[in-house]
């Protein structure tokens, strides 16, 4: 029997609900409200902020004010109209380098209007929508750009530390190293060496109290504790200089040669945009990852995130402010610090503002020593041990090294270029290089082709077969994911020589006895494992053409279907069987034999329909061992102590919930259910069949539906499209009272180890909608799957 039965239209003569409008209610005003969490989090994040943004404006040469511009810009402009809540934009040590050259070549006035020029760009390139382009470039590029910045802002600023002045580029800077350290000058080296003890062993404060004190940031202990230090010592130092707002230097008309000032903008544009993205995936991932006590806040929108930073940009460097990116250190400590909100991210400007305008005779005692040493832990910092671990895990090593080396010796975009250009290189040659052998064990000879089969590796391959005697026994062993169409026909036409001449040939897998990619006949199913399904039987005898050969000229479909015999029908289950043996098995028999030996251990219950059309694992992305999964007709749930002749559901949610200890259970209908339509045009009296029997258990879903009191529940905010779709909500809204009533899902409810789900799954969209909850009404508001945070217990 079919899972769902047969569609037959809704009464028409049945009355209308009241509750039908397609007009929400209309909602309050809300009012302007800053959470608690969003003002320490602005606090954390402003005394982070102040003096990194001071020490970056020095690395760069240029004026201090200019950091505290970028940073009150990016607070407020970026948090304001950028894509990503959470993330904190301002002056970045990745522009470091770039900025620095930039003054150096064209002055400080042209640098800001080079800013402006990238801003727009950025405009441009979020109106485009390309945002997501930009995730593209080889991690390998980015992490190798990253530590060639860091490593060039440690190298100059380590001249400072020691007492000098830095050179204007890395090879300069350690030439000229020697000489600096035979003219060390102790006081700036011990205020140095003061911010980076505190810098360092701040966050590694022990016990109870240490926990405590290491709420404070270890950036503003370091440089506090340095200035406080030097100010009792008496230290003669340069300082921190912040001339007259009055003569703070704004943007001017760009200087220069056009090609010079457009490399400029690209390069400007390029590190910006790359950095502030990737930052808005990596703080995707921080608030994904720091549990649910926090409020839902929203995923990265990374076009506008890309037009917030543009914006920011043209504000920062038309009021003569550094170049603005999102900087990962704030971005992560707005996220650990709680915040909930963008408007932690827009206060902490407003603090900055306030720090810029009132706190200027405090800030101009820090010596410039002490920033210089907070900016070079910064630049060691971004030689990231980790990120090298990971390039050398996936063989990347050489892109990350040349991309570092372009960027110390030549600067930042032709660095990018070579590594970008390294990255092709080595790609091409994975793909090109082909490893091929041949051997003879126990008379039958092992061919070995490793790596991707292309037409580059074409002519090796046949001189290797064409060593294979005739009539003798062969193995191919193919060990790779392509074989283009050349390859194919080369290592086809041998096997078929070959089997003329009475030799035998198997092509299979380096796992024995599975079998890949063996060259077929037109006839034979080509399907690869996991092809999405549009309904397509290539197994002989059901192509369309055979269909209509045999007097179906619609094809395999209803007809077909109706008219298969079971022949036909057995034929078709045995090639699937085939096609999972010598496609899937071998990718899933590892994780098959690991779930053998260490049982089932599922996360949820799964209850949904019978219906053939509704696959689980496919709607929810799981695999094997992740979904405790119970179907029957109607997804209906008898509560316990009725005398239904049918334990079986509820013996398999005692054994999910007390056995298999699940902590989640989830009941899912869906659209077009031909169990709710039989429900709805079922006549009282009749014979009893075994159907009707079981669809008893849905009744009390048709009542709750029928009941003039209990508003209509809602999808994604409109009203159901009819009847069918009514009853298919409302059934799954009921079955979950059924569920609760359940001994052993009671009990795990009030100890808070369970949670209930309800779930609808509309066939014709492919949509997935979850219960959310009850609007103020009593409304069931079913809406739509758009993030993991969407997952709330409506129990």
Known sequence: MSACVPTRAADPTRPAHPHQSHSPPPTPPRRFRIAGADVSASIAVFLIALPLSLGIALATDAPLQAGLVAAAVGGLVAGRFGGSPLQVSGPAAGLTVVTAELIHRYGWRTTCAITVLAGVAQLALGCLRVARTALAVSPAVVHGMLAGIGLTIAVAQLHIVLGGTPQSSVPANLIALPAQLAQLQPAALSVSALTLVLLLAWPRLPGRVGGALRKVPAALVAVAGATVTASLAGLRLPMVDLPSWSSHALAGMPEGPILGLAAAV??????????????????????????????????????????????????????????????????SANVNAGAVSRNSTML??????????????????????????????????????????????????????????????????????IGVAVAVGVALHRLAR??????????????????????????????????????????????????????????????????????????????PGTRIAEPTDGSHCRCRPWTPWRNHHCEPGT???AMAADGHPDGPGEAGAAAGSPRRSQHQLARGISAFQRNTAPLMRSELARLAREGQRPSQLFLTCADSRLVTSMITS?????????????????????????????AAIEYAVDVLKVRSITVCGHSGCGAMQALLNSEPGGAQTPLKRWLRHGTPSLERMATAERPWPRLAGRAPADAVEQLCLTNVVQQLEHLRAHESVRRALEAGALELHGMYFHVGEAQSYLLTGSGSDGTELFDHVDAPEDLRSPA
């Open 622 to 650: 799981s695999g094997p061992g992740d979904l405790f999964v119970v179907r029957n007709v109607g997804n209906l749930v008898p509560p316990p102590g009725e005398e239904s002749g049918d334990d079986s559901v509820a």
């Open 266 to 331: 690209l390069t400007v544009t390029l590190v910006c945009s790359v950095q502030s993205l990737l930052g808005a995936v990596a703080v995707d991932k921080l608030v994904a990852g720091r549990g649910d006590g926090h409020a839902h806040v929203g995923r990265s929108d990374l076009d506008r995130e890309l037009l917030g930073q543009g914006a920011a940009n043209v504000v920062s460097g038309a009021l003569g402010g550094l170049p603005v990116a999102g900087v990962a250190v704030r971005s």
């Open 543 to 545: 192509s369309p053409q």
């Open 434 to 511: 082909t490893r091929i052998t041949h051997e003879e064990r126990e008379g039958v000879h092992h061919v070995g082709v490793r790596g991707q089969l292309t037409f580059l590796a074409v002519p090796r391959l046949s001189r290797t077969l064409h060593l294979v005697p005739r009539g003798s026994s062969v193995v191919v062993e193919l060990d790779g994911s392509f074989m283009d169409h050349a390859a194919y026909e080369s290592l086809h036409d041998w096997q078929n020589t070959h089997l003329a001449q009475g030799g035998k040939v198997e092509i299979a897998g380096r796992r």
């Open 348 to 417: 902490h400007g407003v603090l900055v503002v306030i720090a810029a305008l009132l706190l200027v005779p405090f800030l101009e005692l820090i010596p410039l020593a002490s920033l210089a040493a907070l900016v070079m832990a910064v630049g060691v910092q971004m030689v990231s041990l980790h990120h090298i671990r990971t390039v050398t895990r996936h063989r990347e090593v050489l892109v990350y090294v040349f991309t570092t080396l372009g960027v110390v010796g030549f600067g930042v975009l032709e660095g990018v270029a």
